[in-house]
């Protein structure tokens, strides 16, 4: 079964750009979650998503963040316009069920550096 | 919203010695709580599970251990192996949300 695919891997773009990130999910998967992994902390929920409606986005920064599941499969989070402290590792996991005590299954994160 | 604070931050150990990592949570309806093993450029994957209905699971060299009186749940590793080396990740399933709360991670290493 092919794991939770992430691209870019690495980006760097200077502050007031923007970024996107795109994350495939394992197939049949019905739930799919942005984290944000700062350097040194535990990651931190941006957004769930069932299907293709969200669940939970009271963590997303809206002013400069957004993401969008089309047909509740593939997944593209947006960051406009990027600040330094955006630096950080976004994590996309997916879980089969609603997310309620599943186990999440993790890409390998797409790592931004905001100069 | 749930609140999960891990320690110690950092742990190191000599190879066949056990490792034990705490955890605590803040909110005492939360009834799920995984632990993620994260190694370097790596997403982090499910090492071991618990539910609020458990006091304790073993799996193998791994155990967790769960006290909901004191909101506080435990990863011990025992035998430990240069390849345990890693980030440990404490989460707790909060009420109201349906998604993680992840704890900031214990960088363990194991000394040959």
């Known amino acids: 079964e092919a794991g939770v695919a992430q691209s870019p891997r690495y980006k760097i773009i200077e502050k007031r750009q923007s970024v996107a990130f795109w994350c495939n999910p394992i197939?049949?998967?019905?739930?799919l979650y942005w984290y944000q992994q700062i350097l040194g902390q535990g990651p931190k929920l941006l957004i769930q998503?069932?299907?293709?409606?969200?669940?939970?986005d009271s963590q997303l920064p809206k002013d400069r963040f957004s993401a969008e599941r089309l047909k509740g499969v593939d997944s593209t989070l947006k960051i406009q316009p990027a600040k330094l402290e955006d630096s950080a590792v976004y994590l996309c996991?997916?879980?089969?069920?609603?997310?309620?005590?599943?186990?999440?299954?993790f890409g390998e994160g797409s790592r931004l550096t905001v100069l | 919203g749930e609140n999960v604070e891990q320690h110690p931050s950092t742990l190191s150990v000599q190879e066949g010695d056990s490792a034990v990592i705490k955890c605590t949570y803040s909110d005492s309806a939360s009834n799920y709580f995984p632990w993620y093993k994260q190694e370097l450029g790596k997403g982090p994957q499910l090492i071991i599970d618990?539910?609020?209905?458990?006091g304790e699971k073993k799996d193998q060299r791994i155990a967790v251990t769960l006290n909901k009186t004191a909101k506080h749940f435990s990863l011990h590793i025992t035998e430990t192996q240069p390849e345990d080396s890693a980030v440990y990740f404490c989460?707790?399933?909060?009420?109201?949300?349906?998604?993680?709360?992840f704890g900031s991670g214990t960088r363990l290493q194991v000394q040959p």
């Open positions: 998503f069932q299907n293709n409606g969200v669940v939970d």
């Open positions: 197939s049949g998967h019905a739930t």
């Open positions: 618990i539910r609020s209905n458990v």
């Open positions: 989460a707790a399933m909060g009420t109201g949300r349906r998604a993680l709360t």
């Open positions: 996991a997916s879980s089969r069920g609603s997310g309620a005590t599943g186990e999440l299954f």
